[in-house]
């Protein structure tokens, strides 16, 4: 399958791993990309721009296949040092960032010097369009359904993708509530070039996290995410656990007047607790609705495989049938 994605990125299928805190090192972000698709370190989780280099080398021990970055513009009063992790990617030789959070505006310059495709993040159209007007090659639009942060809007990709698709003139891929070959489909359908998936992604055996953390998310239904930070202008989705009913909990108490010191235990240094440690009730970590989808945990080459091939068969079969008649496909998907 050829779609403006695989051209630009250079990778053979339309799928891109999401820069996910604690998860995207080198083992998954290789995986990925040895299958076929563009698999994404995430920058932060690094802590400093000279283990991130050390993360791109370690990568590139691992694949030969292009990777990206994720480097995720959080507002703080201490930002990281951006121009450093900048120098870093440009210097591991890697040619894709997927930039999220703030806009990335004030980085173009050295991250299109470099020669870097950028794809960011964004959960609206205003702000796909802004991206588009400040030299973004691409934008991955994430819908209400994502894990992590939906922003404000509560949109959903249903609305979300085909509004994209008559606004934008760059080529976007659909995040958010994405699992399969049916959700590659539907994302083309509305207008995408393809598909950015988190959640689905860690539920595979190359994802290096706490066994703890996948068979979570193989339990979990899609009636198990909670929205919190709100209040903040700061939603998250999350897995819901002790720690999130803790949280909401103190939430309810201060309502309008809550404050990130409230819930600091509940959402400071979590990532490392859950991920590495596996400890699920620490509190507050990303997954998406898509986890209601998530029955079991195969290789990330089955895992994309198994995407692509069940496309095809959408596409040549069950949607070509009916435009030929044939009503037999219409409840028939894998
Ligand atoms: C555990 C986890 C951690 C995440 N961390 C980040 C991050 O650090 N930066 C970022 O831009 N997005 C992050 N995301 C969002 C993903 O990159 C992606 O946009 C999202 O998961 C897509 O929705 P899905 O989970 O329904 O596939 C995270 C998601 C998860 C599930």
Known sequence: MKTAITEMLGIEHPIVQGGMHY???????????????????????????????????????????????????????????????????????????ETAGRSPEQYMPALKAAGIKVIHKCTSVRHSLKAQQIGCDAVSVDGFECGGHPGEDDMPNMILLPRAADELTIPFIASGGMADGRSLVAALALGAAGVNMGTRFIATKE???????????????????????????????????????RLIEIEREKGKNLTIQ?????????????????DM???AWSCGLVVGLIHD???????????????????RSRL???LDGDISGARKVA
């Open 23 to 97: 998860v995207g090192f080198a083992e998954l972000a290789a995986a990925v990309s040895n299958a076929g698709g563009l698999g994404i370190i995430t920058g932060l989780t690094q802590r400093t721009p000279e283990l991130l280099a050390k993360e791109i080398a370690r990568c590139r021990d691992m694949t030969d296949k292009p990777f990206g970055v994720n480097l995720t513009f959080l507002p703080t009063f201490t930002a990281p040092p951006y121009p450093e992790y900048i120098a870093a990617i440009k210097e591991g030789g890697v040619r894709v960032v």
């Open 281 to 283: 009730d620490a509190g």
């Open 320 to 322: 070509t049938g009916f």
């Open 262 to 278: 409230d819930i600091h235990d509940e959402v400071a240094g979590v990532y490392p607790k859950v991920m590495v440690d596996g």
């Open 207 to 245: 994802a290096p996290v706490h066994q703890n953390v996948k068979d979570a998310l193989l339990k979990a239904t899609e009636l198990d995410t909670r929205l919190v930070m709100r209040a903040l202008r700061n939603t998250e989705r999350v897995l819901t656990n002790k720690g999130v009913e």
């Open 297 to 315: 945990i195969p290789t990330v080459k089955e895992l994309i495989d198994r995407i692509m091939a069940e496309a095809e068969r959408l596409i």
